[in-house]
DNA sequence: TAGATTGTTAATCGATTAACAATC
DNA sequence: TAGATTGTTAATCGATTAACAATC
């Protein structure tokens, strides 16, 4: 979800190899290109090339070739890249190596979806716990993993040194949460409660959008319908057009 | 969510009131400045200017201004903007009025969750219907919502004349749906499923992608504990850091 | 009036893309 | 070798920000 989102990020953001500091879209991109190496491995494809992926991506090759650049890799002229090798260039560039354990706070239909996420290790995200505070989900366990009152957060994180919240709580709750969570220590969060945080400057915080995305989408929905109407089959297939 | 971001939109923009193009980071912040200003509304605050804004929403007032422009608001000076007034122009820029009628695809724990969003309606979007292949889910309802054989879906769409279609399946059965969806007349797909759609160049589609902004996320946390360990009560609280 | 704020034009900054040299 | 592809430096493009005139 970007989306973007959303996309001003006030804190300069250098990376570790000393080429200055990564663009926050080159950053955004990476997940892309893993999945989309993973894919070929799945094929059994062992090298690749800037303009296959590009091509695959629909991005220009050499914006591939930059981003990769960011993780350290080294591809070989005429041959590209060893597509084992990029995968867990990314992979450690992205800190998915050293798993971050998390938190989630809100136990609802949402909070429920993202427990039931077993992909996310794969993504350096293991979420450990689920904390709510209405007393009939408390006790229970969701994807094997117990619901635990909100008020023993703080503690917990602490002692179990967890850096990273989630939050799928309603908007009204968001901002309590928060606190506890700061108040445990956690460093990070990833908040999908459509309310803006107020936080320490050290804690970083990613909030998904669902709304700036609908506004986009919307958008572009109202303007399809301002213009002429749409010729059937005017280019009938083919072209990945996403975006978010 | 960001979506992003992810951002690379090769469709030009343009807007109605012609004054050119709108970038795709206005575009995003368009929710945020609708989400202050109804805030602002239910506190009796009746006028409101770009400083005040931007010292609100972390953004510098010119930005807020240039942004606000595009929806066709005039402003007075030294009074500011109406927030009543502000706050139709960008739902009517934003095309909120005329409700977009959406079909949803996938009853899962993510689809549930969205069909169980009311505020959505008050966004322009309101989902008539679900969608699933399971035949234990169909027939049931959820949030008030019919659960239907997914084959029924192209043909309905049709019918009803639905623009907007939304996927919370898994990655596999995306696709798919977004080929029944597309058969169906839909122009517009809010993919929720960890997948690229490969669709005609005329429909629309914002790919949710939370794998790019968890990578983000943890990348900036990796960087954290690279450097030496934050110091605790450096900038004790206040500021508001979100980003996404 | 003086001062605050809008609207607008010009400058800056950062990401993308183009051009080209180096390498296999 | 010739050609494909990487790596890198320079040019372009677009979004943000600064500067300033217009207006209430």
Known sequence: MVIDINLSNPEAIHHPAGQGPIPQPSLNRMSQYHHYLMELQDQGIDRVSCSRIGADLNLVPVQVRKDLQYTGIIGKPKTGYVVAELILAIESFLGWNNVNEAFLVGAGNLGTALLGHERFTKFGLQIVAAFDSDPSKIGQWVHGKAVLPLDKLADLAQRMSIHLGIITTPAEA???????????????????????????????????????????????????????????????????????
Chains 1, 2 share one sequence.
């Open 174 to 244: 968001a901002q309590t949460v928060a606190d506890e969570m700061i108040r445990g220590g956690i460093q990070a969060i990833w908040n999908f409660a459509p309310a803006r945080l107020k936080v320490p400057t050290h804690v970083i915080v990613h909030s998904e959008d669902l709304y700036s995305s609908l506004a986009s989408l919307s958008w572009k929905l109202a303007q399809r319908f301002h213009v002429p109407i749409q010729q059937e089959g005017g280019t009938p297939d083919g072209v990945d057009a996403n975006c978010g």
